[in-house]
């Protein structure tokens, strides 16, 4: 049995090595490709970093991402933390701060809950990386007034809902990935915010059970959209489901259709790609599929029905598998600790 003083020997020692002194904030300040030189940075050291610097921190200790840490006046290429145990992002961190930040924002495999309003703002950056977190709430005008915005990665999170109000004012947004949340229901209208320009919308591994043809409400006919439903709940597809509006592709690869209306892309649909999952389909379904993408020119894709001998590709089980993967989050502070305390035990 551990004595007393030793839990206490080790109680201090995980607080030493888990505290949050400035002079244990590494900063890896790394060129942009093509360049060999690499410095490094201390938190008092940030703001001197150079134009065109890399940052990334990894494997910190940092509960509250705020202005002070990130504070840095020239132009960098991108800043990520990653694996920091942030919990909370300060509001106007980074608009008050690294405003020329022209690539990647990055805050990953941490613990964050809530995007609140204006934390993006007024950025030039092209991404934002936010998957791998606790989120599920994204307030009003979290991202706002960012007019290069290209992508946002929202993946492995707790989102139940998709808050258009909180993606305002971004023009030039191609690619929303919201993979691996909970998901249930697309409301109406949910991809209004999206610009009249091909977009990608990334949903599998959420949980929806059924679409409505009000969820697509606002989103532009004129450009062609990429729909990812693989290995959600959807059982079936009503009538002009997406009828007015084209599609690059639409993927429902691993979910449980057991019926599709004769009338799911009827009027003005314009489709390329159409994967699905024939397990739980009649033949008679099957084969009305397989003569209606002939019919259309549509390039087809299925499993379950290798008769038909059409390919499709396999599902994501790293995020499908409904066990969030901890291993990159994992700390090097924490390895130390329970090495030292199996010291203590043996």
């Not at 840095?72 to 919990?87: G, H, M, P």
Request: hydrophobic share 40%.
């Amino acid at each position: 049995m551990i004595s007393l003083q030793t839990l206490v020997f080790f109680v201090i020692l995980c607080e030493n090595v888990l505290s949050c002194r400035s002079d244990v904030f590494d900063y890896k300040i790394s060129k942009p490709l093509g360049m060999n030189e690499t410095k490094f940075y201390n938190v008092d050291e940030i703001s001197k970093c150079d134009d065109n610097d890399l940052v990334v921190v990894d494997n910190q200790y940092i509960p509250e991402l705020c202005c002070k840490l990130v504070a840095c006046k020239n132009a960098l290429e991108s800043i990520i933390f990653k694996n920091c145990f942030i919990r909370e992002i300060e509001e106007n961190c980074f608009s008050n701060s690294v405003q020329n930040v022209r690539y990647v924002i990055g805050v990953t495999y941490n613990y964050i809950t809530t995007i609140k309003k204006h934390t993006f703002r007024d950025l030039v950056v092209t991404e934002i990386h936010l998957h791998d977190n606790f989120i599920d709430e994204l307030e009003d005008e979290a991202f706002l007034h960012l007019n290069n915005l290209s992508m946002i990665s929202l993946d492995n999170n707790r989102l139940k809902v998709i808050n258009p109000k909180a993606f305002t004012l971004v023009p030039r947004l191609e690619h929303l990935s919201l993979t691996a949340n909970h998901i249930t229901t697309l409301q109406a209208g949910v991809f209004s915010f999206l610009p009249a320009r091909n977009s990608y919308i990334t949903l599998a591994c959420n949980k929806i059970d059924q679409l409505k043809k009000i969820a697509f409400d606002g989103l532009s006919s004129r450009f062609i959209v990429i729909l990812n439903l693989n290995g959600n709940r959807i059982e079936t597809l009503p009538e002009d489901i997406f009828s007015n509006h084209s599609f690059g592709l639409v993927d429902l690869g691993y979910n449980p259709l057991t019926k599709i209306s004769r009338y799911f892309c009827e009027k003005q649909c314009v489709m390329e790609r159409f994967w699905f999952d024939c397990t739980f389909l009649t033949l008679e379904d099957v084969e009305f599929i397989v003569g209606w993408a002939k019919m259309k020119e549509v390039d087809l894709g299925a499993s379950g029905c290798p008769q038909y001998n059409l390919t499709f590709k396999a599902r994501p089980a790293k995020y499908c598998s409904g066990a969030k993967n901890f291993g990159d989050a994992f700390s090097c502070q924490l390895y130390v600790c329970f090495y030292l305390v199996l010291r203590f035990l043996l």
